[in-house]
């Protein structure tokens, strides 16, 4: 796999799958077998992980995306992705929809296969903050 490959494979991901707020796009980025890790939780399977995303976006109002750094592995088969998220809670994180800001970052390694599907994802978000950000908004009101 070139390093050019593995960026452009996670660029195409974010901008289809998470920019463009479409977890159909799944279906031709991952493997059959990804796992997505985030905050201790797996997600086995790209049918899981689709049904994850879904809920995910449902989960915040004027959703965006942005990719904020991008680097590769020396080998090309990792790539790493700071990211931020913005928008409005509905529901994010279990809370009830109350259309408080929602501005998150996290970040991605993505370990690809060679042929350039998606095998897993590991993800660490500033989620802690989020939550304490809502229940202030809530305490304020």
Partial sequence: ???????RIAEDFWRRVWQARDPNAI???VA?????TAGG???????AFKRWVATFLSSIDDFEFHVLEIFRSASGRRVVT????TGKNNGFMSFEPDGV????TG?????MREDGLLQHNWVERSALEVERNIERFRRAA
């Fill in 27 to 29: 279906d031709a980025l």
């Fill in 107 to 111: 970040t991605a390694v993505f370990d």
């Fill in 41 to 47: 939780v797996r997600v086995g399977s790209r049918d």
């Fill in 82 to 85: 700071h990211w931020r998220i």
């Fill in 32 to 36: 059959e077998d990804f796992a997505f």
């Fill in 101 to 104: 800001p929602i501005d998150m």
């Fill in 1 to 7: 796999m070139t390093r050019v490959d593995s960026v």
